[in-house]
């Protein structure tokens, strides 16, 4: 257990710095909101929560070029494609995310299973499910048999996730969810008693604004006792940051670059990929990794769909992924505001990741 330490918040500070905002909106939960109610009525909800259409993405990527400054919804990046290349960059060894949150959940994972009790677990953007599988297993040696529901934007990735967790472990049982993460709040209560898994500090690529109603919605969706297991990047070191969002083997650019190839695959947008360039650079004015599609000749972004063309200059950036860091004497009393407690504070010794276990109140 020497990697795990657990933390104790001497100071108490309000919360965060406001940046600006950086992604557009969608609220739509109507969908959703009707499979609640089949929900709460004991019927099963159907895995496909919403197809995401060639048409989303049109209206999306239109948004965000007519947007000053422009910016990419980041959720588009996570195709079938981009899921696999994400995959890959958690691999990397710049990328000390995923590894550092892996060894914190698997030194701690007995310890959470404990004092959850025997819970649902519910993970938004799970992903591949692997860091998840540690503490499945601690909760199926501690409580026996586990209900496990990934909700995941990637049809693709929550298949593989399905069958290879089915596999391993017969013991849980895993009921995937295809669609956002709005599309599954509605849905939340009907968990209860649950643990909401949230890892790989993918709140930090929602930008202020956007996690005040995500937390919201969190908070109105979980009900009194139920349990968030939040991952958050707490490292501060501009240069460790400046390697994770920049691995020597590409995949970051890849990554980036995966997003104009999706415009080419679902839009027909016909760019010359190869000299769109992936910039990531580390803001510690807004402590925040900010990452741009840089263009490095004059292209046409054309969206048939919608009859649109924009012209995208020799040089200019394209946002598309921002990535905050955090510090856990803003998080805390910021969670605090929204009724969800941080109970048990998990780190790494040089203190890079922190895992948060909140209780709703
Ligand atoms: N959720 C990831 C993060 O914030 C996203 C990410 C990692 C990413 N590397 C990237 C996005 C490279 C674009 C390019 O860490």
């Known amino acids: 257990m020497d990697s795990l330490t657990a ?3 001497e100071k108490l500070y309000g919360s ?3 940046e600006p905002a950086v992604a557009p909106v969608r609220v739509d939960l109507n969908q959703a909101q009707v499979l609640a109610l089949a929900a709460a009525a004991g019927q099963k909800p159907p895995a496909d929560l919403r197809a995401e259409t060639a048409m989303d993405f049109a209206v999306s990527v239109a948004r965000g070029l007519s947007h000053a400054p422009r910016r990419l919804d980041c959720r588009f990046l996570y195709d079938a494609r981009g899921s696999e290349i994400f995959e890959r960059i958690c691999e990397q060894p710049e990328y000390y995310l995923t590894r550092t949150e892996g060894a914190i959940l698997a030194a701690a994972a007995g ?3 404990r004092r959850t009790g025997p819970v649902t677990l519910v993970e938004l953007g799970s992903g591949s499910g692997i860091k998840t599988q540690i503490v499945l297993e601690a909760y199926s040696a501690r ?6 529901t990934p909700v995941d934007i990637s049809k693709s990735i929550l298949e593989l996730a399905e069958q290879e967790i089915t596999a391993k472990m017969p013991h849980v049982k895993v009921e995937a969810l295809h669609g956002t993460y709005e599309d599954a709040f509605p849905l939340l209560a009907s968990y209860s008693p649950c643990l909401l898994l949230f890892l790989g500090s993918t709140v930090g690529n929602l930008d202020s604004s956007e996690a005040d109603r995500f937390w919201e919605a969190i908070a109105a969706g979980l009900m009194p006792g139920d349990f968030c297991l939040l991952g958050v990047d707490i490292n501060e070191d501009p240069d460790a940051l400046h390697a994770a969002y920049n691995d020597g083997a590409g995949y970051s650019a890849a990554f980036t ?3 104009f190839e999706r415009m080419n695959r679902e839009l027909g947008a016909s760019l ?7 910039v990531a650079a580390y803001n510690p004015e807004w402590r925040r990794v900010e990452i741009f599609a840089r263009f490095t000749s004059t292209q046409s972004i054309d969206i048939s769909q919608l009859g649109r063309s924009f012209r995208v200059g020799k040089g200019e950036q394209i946002l598309t992924e921002v990535s905050r860091k955090f510090r ?4 805390v009393p910021y969670l605090a505001t929204f009724g969800l407690a941080a109970q048990q504070i998990y780190s790494d010794e040089e203190k890079r990741f922190a895992v948060l ?5």
């Open 257 to 259: 670059r995966n997003l």
């Open 357 to 361: 276990l909140l209780r709703r109140v």
């Open 111 to 113: 310890d959470i299973a």
């Open 328 to 331: 856990l004497n803003h998080m």
């Open 16 to 18: 965060g710095d406001r």
């Open 272 to 278: 010359n990929t190869p000299s769109i360039e992936h």
């Open 7 to 9: 933390l104790t918040i």
């Open 143 to 148: 409580h026996g048999p586990v209900r496990y």
